[in-house]
């Protein structure tokens, strides 16, 4: 049982809802204390073979860090000592299964950071996306500095982070923030189908495939090909 997540898990479907509605989903120090927990345990099980993120209640998936928190004792330096230590977003990336966000209302800050974490992100009509760290005096310090761009490219990540303007649902499609906008009643059977219909491949393959992909963005164009036949080889071995 965690304080701030639930965690389900069904037919090799790893299922991990933020669940903090009151603070609408809020990322405080017990949040990401339980995500850290729940990932390394999902990194390790092989059983798992997707994992998919929701956000609790109607309104948010996730509203950004919880400043009540992380802006009081200990100070802030102290506090992003800590977060950095525990490496959450690290973490976030090294996850070898497939990993889903299904975000609907409020993205913001470390909802966005948390979403692009996420290998497939399936955001609600009703979704906004902002970072606001640059009003408090702050950055994004949870990789939205170096995810966002890889995402929209370098002037429309400079505009969002700049200016917190936040951007609607279908405006996050056009710049490709997002895979998919789906209409609010149907996120989550869209987000679980799409689940389901990765987890039903054999998950040997759609791990390496993620590898090569993940892996390949910061190789050469040869390189990459060399790793893809690398790991295609590795595939058929295994198999036959």
């Keep these: 049982m965690f304080e701030t997540l639930i965690f389900e898990k069904t037919d090799h479907i790893a299922g991990i809802t933020l669940n903090r509605p009151d603070a609408l989903n809020a990322h405080n120090v017990q949040m990401r204390d339980d995500l850290f927990e729940v990932l390394s345990t999902v990194c390790a099980d092989d059983d798992v073979r997707v994992v998919l993120f929701k956000g609790a209640g109607e309104k948010a998936f996730c509203a950004g860090a919880d400043l009540s928190e992380f802006l009081t004792a200990p100070p802030p330096v102290a506090a992003r000592e800590v977060r950095f230590d525990r490496d959450l977003w690290g973490l976030f990336i090294r996850i070898p299964q497939p990993v889903i966000a299904a975000v609907h209302g409020y993205v913001l800050g470390s909802g966005i950071e948390i979403a692009l974490c996420c290998d497939i ?120």
Aim: aromatic share 4%.
């Design 121 to 240: 992100c399936i955001a609600s009509e009703d979704a906004r996306f902002g970072l606001p760290e640059m009003g408090l005096g702050m950055i994004p310090a949870a990789g939205g500095t170096q995810t966002v761009p890889r995402a929209v490219g370098v002037g429309p990540a400079l505009e969002m982070i700049l200016t917190n303007r936040w951007i609607s649902a279908k405006e996050a499609l056009d710049r490709k923030l997002i895979n998919r906008m789906v209409p609010r009643k149907m996120l989550y059977d869209i987000a679980d189908l799409t689940a389901r219909e990765i987890a039903a491949k054999d998950p040997a393959s759609v791990r390496l495939a993620k590898s090569a992909v993940v892996r390949g963005m910061g190789l050469s164009l040869d390189r990459g090909l060399s790793m893809e036949t690398t790991l295609a080889l590795r595939l058929i071995a295994e198999h036959f």
